[in-house]
């Protein structure tokens, strides 16, 4: 849950989310550390939707640890009674080293993490839940990485690059415009998408602009948003397309979805 928290201020009522720069040994890696906190005694369970990055999860909970691939759709947590869990997301690519696999086979997954890490993953995460402060969780949740002895990887590192660029430039909306950056051929990076960012360029151009065009709308408010204007920054055709992108992944038109959850 580290973030592509949908409606962030109605969520802000039901738990606080917290997130910490990653120890600086595993900043090759760790993308940021995220800490959850709830308590709903005495109210409903809250059941929160996120829309996911190109990012593998290591989250760490009362239930045990677990792996969260990327998650291709919208995602839903229900949280309910009083709990606390912490999360290390990691950079696009960052987790290729602590993996024996491509990262695309972890693709709308969860796996006990246990099974990567082995036992000292549940031993890890026991210290995890005894810890009170955040800063106490993370560190044990790092020693569990730093155990691990992954090596650096120069084709992680390019691939978070070539994400970094895709989220930070709008105009960047075409396969053959990022082979050309990255001097790689289409087939090639499309490789290297699926090895080590789990899902394709295209996916990444396409979640970045519905994260955009999502937070653009939680920070405006219903009835605020001029969608012609916002469909033309995010470079999509007209409004149409951007309509049509929205409703097929976050499951509303963008209208419903700035009047708030339902």
């Given at each position: 849950?580290?973030?592509?928290?949908?409606?962030?201020?109605?969520?802000?009522?039901?738990?606080?989310?917290?997130?910490?720069?990653?120890?600086e040994?595993l900043?090759?890696?760790?993308d940021?550390c995220?800490v959850?906190?709830?308590d709903?005694?005495g109210?409903p369970?809250?059941?929160?939707q996120i829309?996911?990055?190109?990012n593998?999860?290591?989250?760490?909970?009362?239930s045990?640890?677990a792996v969260?691939?990327?998650d291709?759709?919208?995602f839903?947590?229900?949280?309910s009674?009083?709990?606390?869990?912490?999360?290390?997301?990691?950079?696009?690519?960052g987790?290729?080293?602590?993996s024996?696999?491509?990262?695309?086979?972890?693709?709308d997954?969860?796996?006990?993490?246990?099974?990567?890490?082995?036992?000292?993953?549940?031993?890890a995460?026991?210290?995890v839940?005894?810890?009170?402060?955040?800063?106490?969780?993370?560190?044990?949740?790092?020693?569990?990485l730093?155990?691990?002895g992954?090596?650096?990887?120069?084709?992680?590192?390019?691939?978070?690059?070539l994400?970094?660029?895709?989220?930070?430039?709008?105009?960047?909306?075409?396969?053959?415009?990022?082979?050309?950056?990255?001097g790689?051929?289409?087939r090639?990076?499309?490789r290297?998408f699926?090895?080590?960012?789990?899902?394709?360029?295209k996916?990444?151009?396409?979640?970045?602009?519905?994260?955009?065009a999502?937070?653009?709308v939680?920070?405006?408010?219903?009835?605020s948003?001029?969608?012609?204007a916002?469909?033309?920054?995010l470079g999509?055709a007209?409004?149409a397309?951007?309509?049509?992108?929205?409703?097929?992944t976050?499951?509303?038109?963008?209208?419903?979805?700035?009047?708030?959850p339902?």
């Amino acid at each position: 849950m580290g973030a592509g928290v949908l409606h962030a201020g109605a969520a802000a009522t039901r738990f606080t989310l917290n997130r910490y720069p990653p120890p600086e040994d595993l900043a090759l890696f760790v993308d940021f550390c995220w800490v959850i906190r709830w308590d709903l005694r005495g109210r409903p369970p809250h059941e929160q939707q996120i829309l996911p990055h190109p990012n593998v999860n290591l989250a760490f909970e009362a239930s045990g640890p677990a792996v969260y691939g990327v998650d291709r759709k919208i995602f839903t947590r229900r949280l309910s009674g009083v709990g606390k869990a912490l999360g290390i997301r990691f950079r696009p690519g960052g987790f290729r080293p602590f993996s024996s696999q491509p990262i695309f086979s972890l693709n709308d997954r969860v796996v006990p993490a246990a099974r990567l890490f082995g036992p000292a993953a549940d031993e890890a995460c026991t210290e995890v839940m005894a810890a009170v402060a955040d800063d106490e969780m993370i560190a044990a949740a790092a020693g569990l990485l730093r155990a691990f002895g992954a090596a650096e990887d120069p084709a992680a590192e390019q691939a978070a690059g070539l994400v970094k660029r895709i989220t930070e430039d709008p105009g960047l909306q075409r396969v053959a415009q990022l082979a050309e950056l990255s001097g790689l051929s289409e087939r090639k990076l499309q490789r290297l998408f699926s090895g080590y960012v789990g899902v394709s360029p295209k996916w990444v151009m396409r979640r970045a602009r519905l994260h955009e065009a999502a937070l653009r709308v939680d920070a405006d408010g219903p009835g605020s948003v001029d969608w012609a204007a916002l469909a033309a920054d995010l470079g999509y055709a007209d409004q149409a397309h951007l309509t049509r992108d929205f409703t097929a992944t976050l499951g509303v038109p963008p209208s419903r979805y700035a009047a708030g959850p339902q």
